[in-house]
């Protein structure tokens, strides 16, 4: 069984094939989010993540016109105080208020000027059972039937720190409704093969009952996991990787570092971070078409970079999948 394919993102009379790296936008990285999104609509032309966290309280005004395909958050990431590493130049920032209704008040007044995906509601306090997961995400799609409809799946009791992989499995027909499932990678596991394992799980049990559905790994963009999350049968990535570091052979890097390393000596630091998104931009384009180019040809020698650690990677989680 095959777990990588091209797949199908339909929003209205609208289709849309996978694999999709999508760089998102987010007041966790940002302060003036107008600016940099003003900055880089000529260079991003595909698919782009915008949180309905920061429409409400107006670090986003919008319109959204130069992707091909939007996707509005739920704003989960935002209303949430992360004190993990990459983020604690933030932790004196205080989450503002947020909660489903003011998440529906932005769905009702945002104008759609783009094919638009959403994703189900996402608080880091409230933690349900699948079930009722499913249940309040139709509710919110059935207001928005124009919209594709992204469900993201999160742990279900309060002391869960992973996703329960067994229970999305014996509730995949009822996945079945959504255009576009959704997995947080820090959620998938406790380290890289797991969490491969896991996407490779929900991936198998969606194809044996014939669904093709497109799974969404949310803050995956980098260039040593993002490629094995695809080869375990995921389809879209997005992340603010792009916003904070710089692609480089392979590897992400402090933009300080990239900025003399090709650019030049003397470029001024306020002119080096939008220098950085559009180049970054360019080489996600360039990483998406690895995917493209590895779906058709089935070699990993596509990969630009570590081909040989991604293999063997893959290799090691094959042979647990056989296990299971």
Not at 206 to 229: A, E, M, N, Q, R
Request: aromatic share 12%.
């Amino acid at each position: 069984m095959s777990l990588v394919a091209s797949r199908e993102i339909k929003v209205g009379a609208h289709t849309f094939k996978t694999p999709r790296l999508v760089p998102s936008f987010s007041s966790k990285v940002l302060v003036n989010l107008d600016a940099a999104i003003e900055t880089m609509s000529e260079f991003i032309t595909d698919t782009t993540l915008i949180s309905a966290y920061d429409i409400h309280h107006s670090k986003l005004k919008g319109p959204i016109t130069f992707p091909d395909l939007l996707i509005i958050d739920s704003g989960g990431y935002e209303s949430l105080k992360d004190a993990m590493l990459e983020d604690l130049e933030y932790t004196g920032v205080e989450p503002k208020v947020w909660s489903v209704d003011l998440y529906e008040k932005v769905l009702d007044e945002w104008k759609y000027d783009v094919p638009t995906a959403i994703v189900s509601y996402d608080h880091p306090s409230i933690r349900q059972s699948i079930e009722k997961q499913i249940a309040a995400a139709t509710e919110l799609f059935n207001k928005k039937p124009l919209c594709a409809k992204v469900f993201l799946i999160k742990p279900e009791n309060e002391k869960d720190v992973y996703l329960n992989v067994n229970s999305i499995v014996k509730n995949i027909r009822k996945l079945g409704d959504f255009d576009i499932i959704g997995l947080t990678e820090k959620e998938l596991g406790e380290n890289l093969i797991e969490k491969m394992l896991a996407i490779a799980k929900i991936r198998q049990a969606l194809t044996k009952i014939d669904l093709k559905t497109p799974i969404h790994i949310f803050g995956s963009l980098d260039t040593v996991t993002t490629p094995l999350y695809f080869l375990s049968g995921a389809d879209i990535f997005d992340g603010l990787t792009w916003l904070r570091f710089a692609f480089y052979q392979g590897f992400l890097i402090y933009q300080t570092s990239y900025g003399p390393l090709k650019f030049d000596l003397k470029l001024k630091d306020y002119l080096l971070q939008p220098r950085c998104w559009s180049e970054n931009i360019n080489e996600l384009k360039r990483f998406e078409n690895v995917l493209e180019h590895y779906i058709s040809e089935r070699k990993f020698e596509c990969f630009r970079y570590h081909s040989e650690f991604i293999k063997s990677t893959y290799e090691v989680m094959l042979g647990k999948l056989k296990e299971v």
